[in-house]
């Protein structure tokens, strides 16, 4: 079974400045995708960020990025240049490859941005 | 393009009744997902489909919720009949194959009184 842990169930951050938000996963499967999701407090869920377990490159879109660990099994996400439109939930997820398609999610980390 | 679609935005209704939440997957996307997500358990995977057929209902939580997928474009959640332990936020998603990610209808907020 899969087991994703986001350790920061809060964090605060400044207007532009950057901010990680961890996620650490556990799985024994060797291929997997690793997804991040937003959430705001209207309610939708988010796409942001896809990772494969074997993309060599960590993956970016925008002001997203995915610091990937792979031996240490984390999959961080970093928003540079926080705007206060960023607070929200944040939620990690994984997706063995040999599942089905089905995503396993992480708690969730809310992020609120401070002006 | 349009999105997942779901309906209704909000259900309020009283505990025995039949509920129905209703789905309509991006067109062309052949996986189909549902969700429930509350405070204290987050995020549970209840049923897929892929290409109409139902893969895995191992999430569903008891014999009260049934799901159905008459087509490529629609999708019903059934609860009958409701409790309160029910009321969530009910989440439906879908996705083309391969390593494209799950996008999200904005969810039915379901409360039963």
């Known amino acids: 079974a899969q087991k994703i842990t986001q350790t920061q169930p809060g964090m605060f951050v400044q207007e532009k400045e950057a901010v990680t938000l961890d996620c650490t996963y556990d799985t024994s499967d060797q291929s997997y995708g690793l997804f991040w999701y937003k959430q705001p407090s209207s309610g939708e869920m988010i796409f942001l960020i896809y990772?494969?377990?074997?993309?060599?490159q960590n993956a970016t879109e925008g002001r997203y990025s995915l610091n990937f660990q792979k031996a240490r099994k984390s999959a961080n996400l970093v928003i540079s240049a926080s705007q206060l439109g960023d607070s929200a939930m944040y939620f990690c997820a994984m997706r063995p490859n040999n599942a089905g398609n089905m995503l396993t999610f992480g708690g969730g980390t809310r992020l609120m941005v401070k002006p | 393009d349009a999105g997942v679609i779901q309906s209704p935005r909000h259900e309020v209704t009283e505990m025995g009744q039949e509920v129905t939440l209703r789905c309509k997957p991006i067109s062309g996307h052949d996986y189909l997902f549902w969700y429930r997500q509350t405070m204290m358990r987050g995020l549970e995977l209840l049923i897929y489909f892929n290409n109409n057929v139902p893969i895995d209902d191992s999430g569903m939580p008891e014999d009260r919720f049934s799901a159905k997928m008459p087509n490529a474009s629609f999708s019903t959640l059934k609860i009958q009949p409701s409790e309160p332990r029910d009321s969530a936020v009910y989440f439906c998603?879908?996705?083309?194959?391969?390593?494209?990610?799950?996008?999200f209808g904005d969810g039915t907020r379901l409360s039963i009184l």
């Open positions: 990772q494969g377990s074997y993309d060599e």
């Open positions: 998603a879908s996705k083309t194959g391969g390593s494209q990610p799950q996008h």
